[in-house]
Nanobody, 121 residues
């Protein structure tokens, strides 16, 4: 069982930056896939970025070049640095994980509680 706890987020003006963190508690296998997802009011949840245990990454088109996903294996912490934020980035952001390599799949088994990001114009 894995528990994911997010922190960070908040409110920022358009063009600003925010960082999110997610710490994983519990046993982590040597191969795993972790990611960030978001859900805006009235919209379906969408994938934002993925990272494998070998640190390979994948980004959704709307955030490419603006967001960076990274991890610190020593502390089991996942990060999302968000730059050049836009009002359409406003959403609840969730950390997620599953065992095994990402292999291009956005499917996850474990989810955090979410943290709100609000970008004003």
């Amino acid at each position: 069982q894995v528990q994911l706890v997010e922190s960070g987020g908040g409110s920022v003006q358009s063009g600003g930056s925010l960082g999110l963190s997610c710490t994983a508690y519990g046993y982590m296998y040597s191969s795993y896939c972790m990611g960030w997802f978001r859900q805006a009011p009235g919209k379906e949840r969408e994938g934002v970025a993925l990272i494998d245990s070998d640190s390979s990454t994948r980004y959704a088109d709307p955030v490419k070049g603006r967001f960076t996903i990274s991890q610190d294996n020593a502390s089991n912490t996942l990060y999302l640095q968000m730059n050049s934020l836009k009002p359409e980035d406003t959403a609840m952001y969730y950390c997620a994980a599953r065992y095994g390599y990402c292999s291009g799949s956005w499917s996850m088994n474990y989810w955090g509680q979410g943290t709100q990001v609000t970008v004003s114009s």
